[in-house]
T-cell receptor, first 118, second 113 residues
């Protein structure tokens, strides 16, 4: 149980285009999902917290107009990188908290999406 | 504010030897602590977690960790390393009222024959 998927696993796009990444909880409902960015050989940096049916909460320094987050259902959150530039190239990982496991604070992670902007 | 320090960005052990990955935390509230493992180009997999209760926590793949409040530590150990244990390991503490995780910088474990 507690499986999180991400799609696509890899994407290459041209500078100036937009890319959408999907994060799905497959066997549980998640009111809260998180989006992280990981640079090579670095730790995970929390970008934003996504709550179903409400606006995402962005961490300091993260451009909300560039990284659009939508959490339309209890099993799906999307991250859209708008007008992508080479510096946006990174490994993006989502995670989700199980609605039934309140109090455990455990997050289940997706397999990540490698974005390369050329 | 909560924070996590992982001493040693790279640890190398021989196959069959003891694995010890260090994690110290700072928290103004009773912490929930986690160890995650990440294999190349993959997401994070939970190894074990401490919330309340027994301070010695056993996880998957033979790993365990002990919560020591007096030392603000949550070190990860495994009695005998296996080649398949080679990966990046992250320690994390809950923060933001419990809703967020703050990660350490990670420790790359290398297992040699």
């Amino acid at each position: 149980g507690a499986v999180v998927s991400q799609h696509p696993s890899r994407v290459i796009c041209k500078s100036g285009t937009s890319v959408k990444i999907e994060c799905r909880s497959l066997d549980f409902q998640a009111t809260t999902m998180f989006w992280y960015r990981q640079f090579p050989k670095k730790s995970l940096m929390l970008m934003a917290t996504s709550n179903e049916g409400s606006k995402a909460t962005y961490e300091q320094g993260v451009e909300k107009d560039k990284f659009l987050i939508n959490h339309a259902s209890l099993t799906l959150s999307t991250l859209t990188v708008t007008s992508a530039h080479p510096e946006d190239s990174s490994f993006y990982i989502c995670s989700a908290r199980d609605l039934r496991a309140s109090g455990s604070y455990e997050q289940y992670f997706g397999p990540g999406t490698r974005l390369t902007v050329t | 504010a909560q924070s996590v320090t992982q001493l040693g960005s790279h640890v190398s052990v021989s196959e069959g030897a003891l694995v010890l990955l260090r994690c110290n935390y700072s928290s103004s509230v009773p912490p929930y602590l986690f160890w995650y493992v990440q294999y190349p180009n993959q997401g994070l997999q939970l190894l074990l977690k401490y919330t309340t209760g027994a301070t010695l926590v056993k996880g998957i793949n033979g790993f365990e960790a002990e919560f020591k409040k007096s030392e603000t530590s949550f070190h990860l150990t495994k009695p005998s390393a296996h080649m398949s244990d080679a990966a990046e390991y992250f320690c994390a503490v809950n923060t933001g009222g419990g809703n967020k995780l703050t990660f350490g910088t990670g420790t790359q474990l290398k297992v040699e024959l």
